[in-house]
């Protein structure tokens, strides 16, 4: 699961270091440019509402495979796309197909494990969640140097095929026939009612969502404030998500050896939130004083993804255990959440003037916050911060 999670999820990263060249190549606005970014992650957060039910009905593989067949399509679409708009609309269909591994990934999960070996679990697969799209760029980078932008929409067709073939000969059903909930709107509107309402399930899912839109800020602003303000090239671009990718991976890490341990569940969702507030608020101060160098953006943001590596599976496994029955459901609502985050924040760089630094440390400051808050306000702060 981690791996086909992974394949997907590259097609948010692999491309941004080709986005000005994109822009360049068919006399598009980067405004114009970014909407193949922010749909791609909108349209990545609406589809799950759907595929979540879908996948309680008809079962967990047959849904990651045709989740990979769309993918593979549009990837192929977006190679050869004449113009923006095909492109465009091309990008849209393929975050329905990059949606599908990510809902039902966490379903999985849930159908396999609970509590503390849930989280554990889910640290893996949330992990590779953000080194795909952090690492994308490194790999994403060299391409754009070397074949162009439409290598890299070529390179994630094949990645596609990949997945349908490792989903063939890999993936079990997690999800007995006896087990399946049949596709009732009816009942399936007044779930997500209930988990709207839940004022715990929405503490875990809102620290999520603010914590990750974080890096829908970074993916959508960075390569702007790198490339064009800072004067550094795609490949070395690539390069600076390494730092990103090793930070989350340590928070990860971190989360995998001490959750259930040494630290109960709330409490390193409190931990990672308080690392989102420092780093986006150090971020913004920074770019407010005036000392603009790639130093102070990515010490800032290196302190921003290791809280994102404690609080996000920790959230998530939280959340999604609330309700064991409907793990399909719930996931949706989550990844709903998730993505919205990541979509919203990066249409809020480009609405707030996506080329310049301060749009870009403005966002960051204001969802480190709001994943805190948010969790505090709903949950509050946990009586002990031991299992």
Not at 27 to 49: E, H
Not at 132 to 148: D, E, K, N, R, Y
Not at 181 to 206: E, K, V
Request: hydrophobic share 55%; with cysteine.
């Amino acid at each position: 699961m981690a791996a086909l999670t992974g394949m997907g999820q590259l097609g948010v990263g692999l491309y941004t270091p080709s986005m000005p060249a994109i822009g360049d190549h068919f006399g598009a606005n980067d405004d114009q440019v970014r909407l193949t970014f922010s749909l791609f992650i909108l349209t990545l957060a609406c589809a799950q509402l759907v595929v979540g039910p879908l996948s309680d009905h008809f079962g967990r593989k047959i849904s990651i495979q045709i989740g990979n067949l769309i993918f593979v399509l549009s990837s192929a679409v977006c190679a050869f796309a004449p113009g923006i708009g095909i492109l465009i609309t091309a990008r849209i269909a393929q975050g329905v197909g990059a949606c599908v591994p990510v809902v039902v990934s966490r379903a999985v999960v849930r159908d396999v494990h609970e509590g503390a070996d849930a989280a554990r679990a889910l640290a893996a697969i949330g992990m590779v969640m953000a080194v795909a799209p952090a690492l994308g760029p490194t790999i994403g980078g060299i391409v754009q140097v070397t074949l162009g932008w439409r290598a890299v929409f070529v390179i994630l067709t094949v990645l596609g095929v990949l997945a349908l073939i490792l989903t063939q000969h890999q993936l079990v059903e997690t999800l007995p026939a006896v087990r399946r909930q049949r596709f009732r709107l009816g009942r399936i509107m007044g779930t997500y009612a209930t988990l709207l309402r839940d004022r715990l399930f929405m503490a875990y899912s809102a620290a999520v969502m603010f914590s990750l839109a974080g890096l829908g800020a970074y993916l959508a602003g960075a390569p702007f404030v790198f490339i064009r303000t800072l004067g550094v090239s795609e490949p070395v671009f690539g390069a600076f998500s390494i730092i990103n990718v090793g930070s989350f991976a340590l928070g990860s890490a971190i989360a995998t050896r001490l959750t259930g341990r040494m630290v109960s569940m709330p409490g390193m969702v409190v931990l990672g939130g308080a690392l989102n507030l420092i780093g986006g608020v150090a971020l913004l101060l920074f770019i407010l004083s005036g000392i603009l160098t790639a130093m102070t953006i990515l010490i800032p943001l290196w302190l921003f993804f290791v809280g994102m590596g404690l609080l996000v599976p920790n959230a998530m496994a939280a959340a999604i255990n609330r309700y064991p029955d409907q793990a399909g459901l719930a996931s949706a609502m989550l990844g709903f959440l998730q993505f919205g985050g990541w979509g919203t924040a990066g249409l809020a760089v480009g609405l707030m003037g996506g080329e310049g630094p301060v749009a870009f440390s403005a966002v960051f400051a204001f969802v480190g916050t709001a994943a805190l808050a948010m969790f505090v306000l709903l949950h509050g702060l946990p009586r002990r911060f031991r299992p």
